[in-house]
């Protein structure tokens, strides 16, 4: 089974190649990264650990058996107890449920190990995959918006229940 690791410094040459392969099939339905992003990656991969370090953001990969990048799932704009979930799954790798089991494992660690409380996130209406994962991981449609220009649904998903009950029987 993969593994849900927080974004380091060595995940640098793994990523930059999931994200070279899965280029092509990222832009059918979300906005292409463009040719800059590439060309300064490292750049980029150390703002990304800097915001990591900052707390503003918590940036993890979903990683294979080789040690390849099987996934990406962000939490981004940590604020007030909430933060956007992004996410996206290799081609090679889609279709196994990889996508819903890395949102709920985001759900749980964002509620227990981070201190949120919801998270929010958005999918366009023409990507049916990203909003059956959104659908099957609990969350909400709460409204409409427009993502690189075309209609989309917003999402919340409440954490509550990844919490602990302080009040809840302990076995002895």
Known sequence: MPEIQLLRPAHA????????????????SVPDRGDDYFARFDERHRAL??????????????????GEVLGRINLVDVADGGADLGYRIAERASG??????????????????????SLRAAA???????????????FAVV??????????????RSLTDFIPRSDAPTAH
Do not use: K, M
């Not at 990591?52 to 990969?61: K, T």
């Not at 196994?96 to 409380?117: D, F, K, N």
């Not at 366009?124 to 609990?138: F, I, Q």
């Not at 409204?143 to 919340?156: A, H």
């Open 49 to 66: 650990l800097a915001e990591q370090e900052a707390g503003v953001c918590y940036f993890h990969v979903l990683v294979g058996t080789e």
């Open 143 to 156: 409204g409409e918006t427009r993502l690189s220009g075309r209609p989309g649904l917003t999402y919340v």
């Open 96 to 117: 196994r449920g990889l996508a819903t089991w890395s949102v709920r494992q985001i759900c749980e660690r964002a509620a227990q190990h981070y201190g949120l409380s």
């Open 13 to 28: 040459p793994a990523l930059l190649a999931f994200e070279r392969e899965n280029r092509a099939y990222f832009a059918a």
């Open 124 to 138: 366009r209406l023409d990507n049916a995959a990203s909003r059956a994962v959104l659908a099957r991981s609990g």
